[in-house]
């Protein structure tokens, strides 16, 4: 795994929609190329206390969890993913890189490599809720989104992470 100072950080924001509502005040994260061959990812979640871990795809809709913040591993393969909603952009993520979502933020899988995988997990182990484009959904999860408190420690690089301060 990479040091910090090794990692480019990028920072995505957008308003919300009226179907997705995006975090008012927290940006989704990109770390760019942090984990290598051989890396146990899982185990660096967990030892974060970003429990409640699993491994598979993306789904291919715009969704979001109203109640709890995400961390994405990128464990294999590449895609480009939509995020932010309908009126948010394209991202590129490949074997390496970490997405940490804030609650309520966008998220979509658009295209990708055949063996494209991730590991997600949460803060505390949190069972997350599924929010689709519904606009009464979302105004009704305003609140609960802004309620959701602010992770502990960095997924990846713990209380020392840049999470704390960029959050």
């Known amino acids: 795994m990479k040091s910090q100072g090794q ?7 957008f308003g919300d929609d009226g179907k997705i509502p995006n975090h008012p005040s927290f940006s989704l994260l990109l770390y760019k190329d942090v984990f290598e061959t051989g890396d146990k ?5 967990t ?5 409640n871990t699993w ?8 969704h979001y969890h109203s109640n709890a913040h995400e961390v994405l591993v990128v ?7 939509h995020v932010g909603g309908v009126q948010g952009e394209e991202v590129f993520v490949e074997r390496g890189d970490v997405l940490i979502l804030p609650a309520g933020f966008g998220h979509k ?8 995988a991730v590991i997600g997990a949460y803060p505390d182990g949190i069972a997350y809720d599924l929010c ?5 959904e979302s105004e009704r999860n305003l609140q ?12 990846i690089y713990g209380e020392s992470g840049p999470l704390p301060s960029l959050w």
């Open 41 to 45: 990812a899982e185990e660096v979640l």
């Open 47 to 51: 030892a974060n206390n970003w429990r």
């Open 109 to 116: 899988y658009v295209d990708g490599s055949d063996d494209f």
């Open 7 to 13: 990692v480019e950080i990028q920072t995505y924001s």
């Open 144 to 155: 609960v989104i802004k309620d959701v408190p602010k992770p502990s420690c960095d997924p």
């Open 132 to 136: 689709t484009q519904n606009s009464i």
């Open 75 to 81: 464990d294999a393969g590449h895609a480009t993913l």
């Open 55 to 62: 491994r598979g795809g993306i789904f291919d809709y715009h």
